[in-house]
């Protein structure tokens, strides 16, 4: 069974400064992961697929990158609407979720 | 654009079934994988299971044998039975549309509060 880490588990950033989130497979998954948004009472909202494909409609500045166990998700100037809690998520396993990185500001 | 509408009781008692349905509306339900996750207050998400839209289902092992999943086509509904339920099947439930039996969830429904308590 592959595990999903992501740190940190809550990230304070200066409102316009960019934004690292670090996920973690136990072993490789190759590209096969994507990101999710998640703001406070509403659903996860898809970001990010195939490590480092934008979904439609998401801002430019989120990106993502890796390959196999690292990956990474970037916000590259923080705004007030990417307050929210970021999951990443393996295709293949049932046990497809990280444990969330919250990003708050400083 | 598709949107999933999920429908159903708010509050269960213990040992009972929990029952959802997830209305689809704005495009076919053809070829798509049809998916409930849950996520308990303050916690992280679960992937419970899918079903094809043929009627083929595949269920979270942590859960099999409690689960039932079902899709009617002509109602554009699926749907989640959950029995013997407990305190730990509090959450929020969500149902949402997969392209393959494993990859992205996209979209998403709205998310409802199920409590179980007497």
């Known amino acids: 069974e592959i595990v999903m880490t992501q740190s940190p588990a809550t990230l304070s950033v200066s409102p316009g400064e960019g934004a690292t989130l670090s996920c973690r497979a136990s072993?490789?998954?190759?590209?096969?992961l994507a990101w999710y948004q998640q703001k406070p009472g509403q659903a996860p909202r898809l970001l990010i697929y195939g490590a480092s494909t934008r979904a439609t409609g998401i801002p430019v500045r989120f990106s993502g990158s890796g390959s196999g166990t690292e990956f990474t998700l970037t916000i590259s100037s923080l705004q007030s609407d990417d307050l929210a809690v970021y999951y990443c998520q393996h295709y293949n396993d049932w046990r497809a979720f990280g444990q969330g990185t919250k990003v708050e500001f400083k | 654009q598709v949107q999933l509408h999920l429908s159903g009781p708010g509050l269960v008692k213990p040992s009972e079934t929990l029952s959802l349905t997830c209305t689809v509306t704005?495009?076919?339900?053809?070829?798509?994988?049809w998916t409930w996750l849950r996520q308990p207050p303050g916690k992280g998400l679960e992937w419970l299971g899918y079903?094809?839209?043929?009627?083929?289902?595949n269920y979270n092992p942590s859960l099999r044998g409690r689960l039932t999943m079902s899709i009617d086509m002509s109602k554009n509904q699926f749907s989640l039975s959950l029995n013997s339920v407990t305190a730990a099947d509090t959450a929020v439930y969500y149902c949402?549309?997969?392209?393959?039996?494993?990859?992205?969830?996209?979209?998403w429904g709205q998310g409802s509060l199920v409590t179980v308590s007497s």
């Open positions: 949402a549309r997969k392209a393959s039996a494993f990859g992205i969830f996209d979209p």
């Open positions: 079903v094809f839209y043929t009627g083929g289902t």
């Open positions: 704005g495009g076919s339900m053809s070829l798509y994988y």
């Open positions: 072993e490789s998954i190759d590209n096969n």
